[in-house]
Nanobody
Framework: QVQLVESGGGLVQAGGSLRLSCAAS????????MGWYRQAPGKQRELVAT???????DYADSVKGRFTISRDNAKSTVYLQMNTLRPEDTAVYYC??????????????WGQGTQVTVSS
Protein backbone atom coordinates (compact mmCIF):
# COMPACT_ATOMS: atom_id res chain seq x y z
CA GLN A 1 0.00 0.00 0.00
CA VAL A 2 1.30 3.42 -0.99
CA GLN A 3 -0.10 6.79 0.04
CA LEU A 4 0.65 10.29 -1.18
CA VAL A 5 -0.31 13.11 1.16
CA GLU A 6 -0.24 16.72 -0.04
CA SER A 7 -0.09 19.84 2.09
CA GLY A 8 0.53 23.55 1.73
CA GLY A 9 -2.46 24.75 -0.26
CA GLY A 10 -4.50 27.76 0.72
CA LEU A 11 -5.69 31.23 -0.20
CA VAL A 12 -3.20 33.84 -1.37
CA GLN A 13 -3.37 37.18 -3.14
CA ALA A 14 -2.14 37.58 -6.68
CA GLY A 15 1.62 38.02 -6.72
CA GLY A 16 2.04 35.93 -3.60
CA SER A 17 3.72 32.58 -3.03
CA LEU A 18 2.85 29.14 -1.75
CA ARG A 19 4.85 25.96 -1.28
CA LEU A 20 3.19 22.60 -1.76
CA SER A 21 4.57 19.37 -0.34
CA CYS A 22 3.70 15.78 -1.14
CA ALA A 23 5.05 12.92 0.95
CA ALA A 24 4.91 9.31 -0.21
CA SER A 25 4.75 6.48 2.30
CA UNK A 26 4.13 2.76 2.40
CA UNK A 27 5.75 -0.26 0.81
CA UNK A 28 8.06 1.77 -1.42
CA UNK A 29 11.18 0.31 -2.93
CA UNK A 30 11.86 3.17 -5.32
CA UNK A 31 10.19 6.19 -6.89
CA UNK A 32 10.93 7.25 -10.44
CA UNK A 33 9.15 10.32 -11.75
CA MET A 34 7.14 12.58 -9.44
CA GLY A 35 4.91 15.34 -10.62
CA TRP A 36 2.30 17.98 -9.91
CA TYR A 37 -0.92 18.36 -11.86
CA ARG A 38 -3.83 20.73 -11.40
CA GLN A 39 -7.49 20.85 -12.24
CA ALA A 40 -9.52 24.03 -12.33
CA PRO A 41 -13.34 23.99 -12.20
CA GLY A 42 -14.79 22.92 -15.53
CA LYS A 43 -11.37 22.08 -16.98
CA GLN A 44 -9.36 18.94 -17.52
CA ARG A 45 -6.48 18.00 -15.28
CA GLU A 46 -3.23 19.39 -16.67
CA LEU A 47 0.43 18.83 -16.08
CA VAL A 48 2.21 21.50 -14.05
CA ALA A 49 5.70 20.08 -13.51
CA THR A 50 7.57 16.81 -13.24
CA UNK A 51 10.91 15.71 -11.84
CA UNK A 52 12.84 12.48 -12.32
CA UNK A 53 14.77 10.65 -9.65
CA UNK A 54 17.90 12.18 -11.13
CA UNK A 55 16.54 15.69 -10.83
CA UNK A 56 15.58 16.42 -14.43
CA UNK A 57 12.60 18.74 -14.53
CA ASP A 58 9.90 19.72 -16.98
CA TYR A 59 7.32 22.50 -16.71
CA ALA A 60 4.15 23.63 -18.39
CA ASP A 61 4.74 26.81 -20.36
CA SER A 62 2.24 28.67 -18.20
CA VAL A 63 4.34 28.22 -15.04
CA LYS A 64 7.90 28.40 -16.37
CA GLY A 65 9.93 30.97 -14.49
CA ARG A 66 7.37 31.15 -11.65
CA PHE A 67 7.15 27.59 -10.26
CA THR A 68 9.98 25.32 -9.16
CA ILE A 69 9.66 21.59 -8.56
CA SER A 70 12.13 19.78 -6.32
CA ARG A 71 12.33 16.54 -4.39
CA ASP A 72 14.00 14.98 -1.40
CA ASN A 73 14.60 11.34 -2.28
CA ALA A 74 15.52 10.42 1.29
CA LYS A 75 12.11 11.66 2.44
CA SER A 76 10.17 10.45 -0.63
CA THR A 77 8.81 13.97 -0.87
CA VAL A 78 8.22 16.30 -3.79
CA TYR A 79 7.76 20.06 -3.47
CA LEU A 80 6.30 22.78 -5.65
CA GLN A 81 7.39 26.33 -4.93
CA MET A 82 4.90 28.67 -6.56
CA ASN A 83 5.82 32.35 -6.90
CA THR A 84 4.13 35.29 -8.56
CA LEU A 85 0.82 33.49 -8.38
CA ARG A 86 -2.00 34.54 -10.68
CA PRO A 87 -5.77 34.08 -10.38
CA GLU A 88 -5.59 31.60 -13.27
CA ASP A 89 -3.41 29.36 -11.09
CA THR A 90 -6.47 28.67 -8.94
CA ALA A 91 -7.10 24.92 -8.99
CA VAL A 92 -6.90 21.72 -7.03
CA TYR A 93 -3.29 20.56 -7.18
CA TYR A 94 -2.50 16.84 -7.23
CA CYS A 95 0.82 15.12 -6.89
CA UNK A 96 1.64 11.77 -8.42
CA UNK A 97 4.49 9.34 -8.32
CA UNK A 98 5.70 6.29 -10.19
CA UNK A 99 6.39 3.77 -7.44
CA UNK A 100 7.98 0.32 -7.44
CA UNK A 101 6.95 -1.60 -4.32
CA UNK A 102 8.63 -4.38 -2.37
CA UNK A 103 7.06 -6.94 -4.70
CA UNK A 104 8.71 -5.23 -7.67
CA UNK A 105 5.33 -4.11 -8.97
CA UNK A 106 5.21 -0.63 -10.47
CA UNK A 107 2.21 1.65 -10.46
CA UNK A 108 1.34 5.33 -10.52
CA UNK A 109 -0.22 6.78 -7.40
CA TRP A 110 -2.08 10.05 -6.82
CA GLY A 111 -2.58 12.25 -3.81
CA GLN A 112 -5.96 13.47 -2.67
CA GLY A 113 -5.42 17.03 -3.90
CA THR A 114 -4.95 20.36 -2.21
CA GLN A 115 -6.83 23.54 -3.06
CA VAL A 116 -4.93 26.62 -4.19
CA THR A 117 -6.95 29.80 -4.54
CA VAL A 118 -5.41 33.03 -5.84
CA SER A 119 -7.47 36.18 -5.36
CA SER A 120 -7.12 39.19 -7.63
Amino acid sequence: QVQLVESGGGLVQAGGSLRLSCAASGTILSITRMGWYRQAPGKQRELVATITSGGNTDYADSVKGRFTISRDNAKSTVYLQMNTLRPEDTAVYYCNAGVTNYHLLRDVYWGQGTQVTVSS
